[in-house]
């Protein structure tokens, strides 16, 4: 059986502060010099804690002979849903005008804050719908990067747990460093392949978006919580800050980029997120890619569920992958991936991506000579 260890470790500094990460990674029982590796990283809101990731990490473990290596990134916390909510003036006038007294005295107690959990009540007589701004309690030093510096918490990751497996006498596959990501997580994925183009032999791309929408537009969820409708809008502070456009954009990034790892595309042509004509046309001229527009007859009800967005069963993908194109996973007589310098010039910056001291690290270039 599989096992899995847990460790918390020093994360690449924000604003010179100091800042940690956790790093999961399940091993199989046996580790062999056939031992390869993947990197499995969270979508938009995923937790590494969730149990599906948990089971993914032990299951591919043993099934596939990886050390599977998963980990928080920058912001996370923040990526996933909130009860915390703030309403402007004019939103508290209108909640205060629908409800009857008897609701609007425990929303709204004397001295003390709004509280809208008996909005939630099943015992809520009527159907209320609502908006609501979320407060999301973002810092300078802590906040939902979207990008660069959420893709080398997860390069980090994998070169600890690599680390940690060569310093306990074991032999690992170089050849087989395997990235796995569902939206947000395979957007990182292309990141941390572009930024280090030695990193991977293969990744399992499962509707990646081509930049982060919410650097442009807030989030919007609508749930329903028994007689509540509720809508939820989150502002990210990234979308405010000064950030570079370019080091963001898949399509910028892999113009004319040398890749080399083989990578297995899989997009919804009813994703509506990501405009799937675009994305293609960004892939096509990338070498070593298999681009896989899900359109209805291709919905096999088994891996995938649907045309829209990264609407598929994780494990069952990953099954047929290996089923279908178990040939692409290693790539023979890679070099060391923990060892490259990679840079990107854009219009703002010349950037630098490295392995300083043996961790993975971004630099802005003023001098190349």
């Known amino acids: 059986m599989a096992e899995e260890q847990v460790f918390s470790c020093s994360a690449y500094p924000v604003n010179n502060s100091y800042r940690e990460q956790t790093v999961y990674f399940a091993y199989p029982e046996e580790i062999n010099r056939e031992t ?70 425990k929303v709204f107690p004397e001295n003390a804050k709004i509280d809208l959990t008996p909005l939630m009540d099943p015992a809520l007589p009527f159907t209320l719908t609502i908006t609501t701004h979320m407060q999301l309690n973002e810092t300078e030093d802590n906040f939902a990067e979207m990008g660069p510096l959420q893709a080398i918490d997860c390069v980090r990751a994998l070169q600890l747990a690599y680390e940690i497996i060569m310093d306990n006498g074991y032999e690992i596959n170089l050849d087989r460093v395997i990235a796995y990501g569902h939206s947000h997580g395979a957007y990182l994925a292309h990141l941390c392949n572009r930024f280090f183009p030695d990193l991977f032999s293969f990744i399992l791309d499962n509707g990646a978006w081509i930049s982060p929408v919410y650097l442009h537009s807030p989030r919007v969820l ?11 809008i989150f502002s990210y502070r990234i979308a405010s800050q000064k950030y570079d456009p370019q080091l963001y954009d898949l399509g ?35 070498r070593h890619v298999i681009f896989n527009m899900i359109t209805p007859d291709k919905v096999d009800g088994i891996a995938i569920k649907s045309t829209n967005h990264g609407d598929a069963d994780f494990v069952e993908l990953f099954h047929k992958e290996v089923r279908e194109n178990g040939d692409l996973l290693s790539i023979k007589g890679r070099k060391n991936p923990f060892d490259s310098v990679e840079y990107i010039k854009t219009k703002q910056n010349t950037y630098m991506f490295d392995f300083f001291n043996g961790s993975p690290r971004i630099e802005v270039v003023t001098n190349l000579n």
Not at 222 to 232: A, E, F, R, V
Not at 252 to 263: E, R
């Open 36 to 105: 390869g590796m993947m990197l499995l990283i969270s979508g938009f809101g995923g937790n590494p804690e969730a149990n599906v990731y948990k089971k993914m990490r032990k299951l591919f473990a043993e099934e596939y002979n990886l050390v599977v290596v998963q980990s928080t990134y920058l912001g996370m916390e923040f990526m996933g849903d909130s009860n915390q909510a703030y309403l402007d003036n004019s939103q508290l006038a209108e909640l205060k005008r629908l409800l009857p007294d008897d609701i609007k005295n």
């Open 222 to 232: 609508s749930q329903k919580i028994n007689n509540l409708w509720w809508q939820k």
């Open 252 to 286: 910028f990034l892999y113009n004319g980029f040398d890749n080399k790892a083989n990578i297995v595309i899989y997009q919804g042509v009813t994703d509506n997120l990501i405009k799937h004509e675009v994305k293609q046309r960004i892939f096509k001229p990338v």
